[in-house]
């Protein structure tokens, strides 16, 4: 089994930055691919960004493409979302994912990751 804990949610007017973490256990994080998620109120969950295992490859939904950056540090198990520029459409809980497999067709997927975190809310005022 994987666990995975969010932090760094918060309130944060627009045009500011945050940073979320993913700090993963349970399991040999560099063989894990990850993924952030978002679940607005009354939408469904949707993409926001993948990672390879070494972090040489990365995905990003067309609606955060320039502004999020997605990495991971293998030493620490974490995988972070830096968020700038930040809209008040970015409100919503973030979600962060997880993956054994060797095999991942769609990484834009919510049903490759098998592993989900508790979430943590984002918060960006007008």
């Known amino acids: 089994q994987v666990q995975l804990v969010e932090s760094g949610g918060g309130l944060v007017q627009a045009g500011g930055s945050l940073r979320l973490s993913c700090a993963a256990s349970?399991?040999?994080?560099?063989?894990?691919?990850m993924g952030w998620f978002r679940q607005a109120p009354g939408k469904e969950r949707e993409f926001v960004a993948a990672i390879g295992r070494s972090g040489g490859v990365t995905y990003y939904a067309d609606s955060v493409k320039g502004r999020f950056t997605i990495s991971r540090d293998n030493a620490k198990n974490t995988v972070y979302l830096q968020m700038n520029s930040l809209k008040p459409e970015d409100t919503a809980a973030y979600y962060c994912?997880?993956?054994?497999?060797?095999?991942?067709?769609?990484?834009?997927?919510?049903?490759?990751?098998?592993?989900w975190g508790q979430g943590t809310q984002v918060t960006v005022s007008s």
């Open positions: 349970g399991r040999t994080f560099s063989s894990l691919r």
């Open positions: 994912a997880a993956t054994a497999s060797p095999i991942v067709t769609s990484p834009q997927s919510k049903g490759e990751y098998p592993y």
